[in-house]
């Protein structure tokens, strides 16, 4: 009875043993031989359970570029830098983002956003400010009510070709401009010389867009006839209408005096000579 209860304390024992020394040389699922820290996680050690999380046996800083994050049992190793340089739970020049565990994630409540951006509805993520077209608010991506423009990266810019224009004007690629009643766009000369296109109006101006053949430029309209000088007009031989008048006038006026006053001219001369005859 003795040597039985010898017997199975011994193969007990060799149980054991064969148990410790299966533990002793088998490794973890990384190849971690066992009670020894990981080579390739960083704080972990592996158990009978496997590799656990104990920064307090396995210090960060055996990897190069970690530190450890935490204390206690809620001690992690995390990398000290992100991709762009940014140290463990610092923010990124590029907002929102957090440099976390090594890899940069969003967090707008922690970081803040980029100027012309706001915080989002989730607190982490952050979006377009609208814009605003004269008191409209027009959202990220949308087209102005007022049409023609579209509210793109916070800034309204000319998309015709996804807005339209606005009545009275028409699209020249992406921009909408002003065009008058036959056609002519804002700025340019009609077909009908001299007109310009000013706001939507036709408006004379000879001066920079010409007269049609056979007008000549006055100011900023087209004449068909000669050129006048204080509302007379000059003739060829350099003199106006008002000066022929005149000496037209005057030598009707030579005419008349030399037609009415010469008879009487001549019968006081004859009676002067009757007279001085009888007093000799």
Do not use: H
């Not at 940014?86 to 890899?103: H, I, M, Q, R, Y």
């Not at 100027?115 to 959202?139: H, W, Y």
Request: net charge negative; with cysteine; charged share 20%.
């Amino acid at each position: 009875m003795r040597l039985c209860a010898q017997l199975l304390v011994f193969a007990g024992f060799l149980i054991a043993l064969s148990g410790l020394s299966f533990a002793l040389t088998s490794d973890c699922s990384d190849g971690t031989a066992y009670f020894d820290c990981s080579t390739k996680s960083p704080g972990y050690l592996c158990g009978p359970s496997g590799l656990v999380l104990y920064v307090q046996q396995c210090p960060c800083d055996q990897f190069p570029g970690y530190v450890q994050e935490g204390t206690g049992d809620t001690a992690t190793c995390v990398l000290a830098k992100c991709s762009d340089g940014t140290e463990a739970g610092e923010c990124s020049a590029e907002k929102p983002k957090d440099c976390l565990n090594g890899v940069l994630v969003d967090n707008a409540t922690k970081c803040g956003c980029p100027e012309g951006k706001r915080i989002a509805a989730n607190q982490l993520k952050c979006e377009f400010i609208p814009c605003d077209d004269g008191g409209v608010s027009v959202p990220e991506g949308t087209c102005s009510p007022k049409r023609g423009k579209k509210c793109v990266g916070g800034e309204l810019v000319d998309k015709a070709s996804e807005c339209g224009c606005p009545s009275g004007q028409v699209a020249d690629g992406e921009v909408c401009g002003i065009v008058c009643s036959d056609g002519t766009g804002e700025g340019e000369c009609s077909d009908t010389l001299p007109k310009e296109c000013v706001n939507g109006y036709l408006l004379d101006n000879a001066e920079k867009c010409g007269c049609p053949s056979g007008q000549t430029i006055v100011g900023k309209r087209c004449s068909t006839g000669a050129a006048t000088i204080g509302g007379s007009e000059l003739l060829e031989g350099g003199n106006s209408f008002e000066e022929e008048q005149t000496v037209e006038e005057g030598t009707t006026g030579l005419k008349s005096l030399s037609c009415c006053c010469m008879p009487t001219a001549l019968i006081g001369i004859a009676a002067g000579f009757v007279f001085f005859r009888r007093k000799r």
